[in-house]
């Protein structure tokens, strides 16, 4: 398939070429899995997240305002679905039946193989939504292009090293690491 934009791309998806289709796909499912891999979802979880938004997305060709903004609108639609699933989590109480306790409350094994630095999750915390969202597509997903991130964040691409290095530097501040 010749390169398309993705205004293109969504008119021809939207009247049923399933080229254009897979074409989207290949160019955002990287992206798109990001965000709830970012997020630390089960791995069933994460497929379902995705395919929502894929789902979103289908029912949505048309409506689809900016074309060149598609990334940071999967984006979006995907940490939508991904914060509707972790609601959803936070209030399913999984017991044991035949448990003869009530559950630990103590680190779970992945933060505890973590080591698990509460303190840089607070730090992190005070950052804006941009810096966490640029420093979490960084740690979780460093396979996407500096465009994919720029695109997925809302920023230029020209922008993304220098805001990066910013929030990375506003971090170590918070921190209290002196370089």
Request: hydrophobic share 45%; net charge positive; glycine share 6%.
């Amino acid at each position: 398939m010749r390169e398309c934009d993705n205004t293109e791309l969504l008119v021809r998806a939207g009247r049923g070429d399933a080229a254009a289709w897979h074409e989207i796909v290949r160019r955002y499912v990287r992206l798109v899995w990001a965000v709830p891999r970012s997020h630390r979802l089960a791995p069933e979880d994460a497929a379902d997240v995705c395919q929502a938004t894929w789902l979103a997305l289908a029912e949505n060709l048309s409506r689809i305002r900016r074309p060149e903004r598609l990334g940071a609108w999967l984006v979006t639609t995907t940490r939508r679905e991904t914060l509707a699933v972790l609601r959803l989590r936070g209030r399913e109480a999984p017991l044991d039946p035949w448990a003869a306790s009530a559950p630990d409350s103590g680190p779970t094994p992945e933060e505890v193989a973590l080591g698990r630095d509460d303190g840089l999750w607070r730090a992190y915390a005070t950052l804006t939504d941009r810096c966490r969202e640029i420093l979490r597509l960084a740690a979780f997903a460093p396979e996407l292009s500096f465009t994919q991130v720029a695109e997925a964040v809302g920023i230029p691409v020209n922008s993304l090293g220098a805001t990066r290095g910013r929030c990375l530097e506003l971090l170590r501040r918070r921190l209290g690491v002196v370089r």
